[in-house]
């Protein structure tokens, strides 16, 4: 039988994180009764070190799920170590290819000790900045789009004739933006559409000069997945289907 005093534990230590924790998050229990919810987010955990060897030998009796505005998500479970105290995981995205995952490392969950907001500062410093990179990276892959560098914008041709950059630094983001780009949350990329190939071909010039004149080159992504030549007046030709693109292997799920 479960412990009650251990459901409302669980409970009470995931709100106070979700208070704690950057940015705003809420936090769901979900209990024993919650037997396919329990499994799917299992399935869900993106960890192949601590974690993920507590769940092969203690599968999840409830837990608790901590969600971002964004969608980002963390789980957190309890410890069989005989320490108090949990474990706190990432969550992959639900809505992912296998594929997206290729080539990204698991940002490997935490135990936790019994102050919750100790735990938050742990999360937060700790945690939350390989979930967030890891995020970005099977994101990236999904949507084709190939990572820029911070002295570099890359323009990656889409299926749909747009145009789509994940930029480095606020630098990068402000420029796109002023030239008709338009933030893609929460994935962070930045897309052009390509209905008016004129209008599209003339916001990629002035792209260009505008990155050049902060020190950054632009380079367009082909449909071969070659990168052009850095060009400071990027010229934009039909568009064409991109091709999945990433390699490696895919996200295992403990």
Do not use: C
Not at 14 to 43: C, F, K, N, Q, R
Not at 72 to 83: E, I, K, N, S
């Amino acid at each position: 039988m479960h412990d009650h005093e251990e459901s409302e534990r669980l409970a009470s230590y995931a709100d106070v994180l979700a208070g704690e924790l950057p940015g705003t998050w809420t936090s769901t229990y979900h209990p024993p009764g919650h037997i396919d919810d329990l499994h799917e987010l299992t399935s869900r955990v993106w960890d192949m070190d601590l974690v993920a060897e507590s769940l092969a030998l203690h599968p999840l009796q409830h837990a608790a799920v901590l969600t971002r505005r964004d969608g980002a998500q963390l789980v957190v479970v309890d410890r069989h170590d005989g320490r108090e105290g949990l474990l706190v995981s990432a969550l992959a995205p639900r809505s992912l290819p296998d594929e997206a995952y290729r080539g990204v490392g698991e940002p490997n969950g935490i135990a936790l000790g019994d102050d919750p907001f100790v735990s938050a500062q742990q999360i937060a410093s700790g945690l939350l900045p390989r979930y967030d990179t890891a995020l970005a990276r099977v994101r990236l892959h999904a949507a084709g789009v190939r990572p820029s560098q911070p002295d570099r914008v890359v323009l990656t041709w889409q299926p749909d004739g747009g145009l789509a950059a994940s930029p480095v630094g606020k630098v990068a983001a402000a420029v796109l933006a002023a030239n008709g780009f338009v933030e893609d949350q929460p994935d962070g990329i930045y897309r052009l559409s390509g209905d008016d190939t004129f209008a599209q071909a003339r916001a990629v010039r002035e792209t260009g000069q505008a990155l050049k004149a902060q020190g950054i080159d632009t380079a367009l992504q082909h449909p071969s997945g070659r990168i052009a030549p850095t060009s400071t007046h990027p010229t934009v030709a039909p568009a064409t289907p991109v091709p999945a693109a990433p390699t490696a292997s895919a996200r295992r799920s403990p």
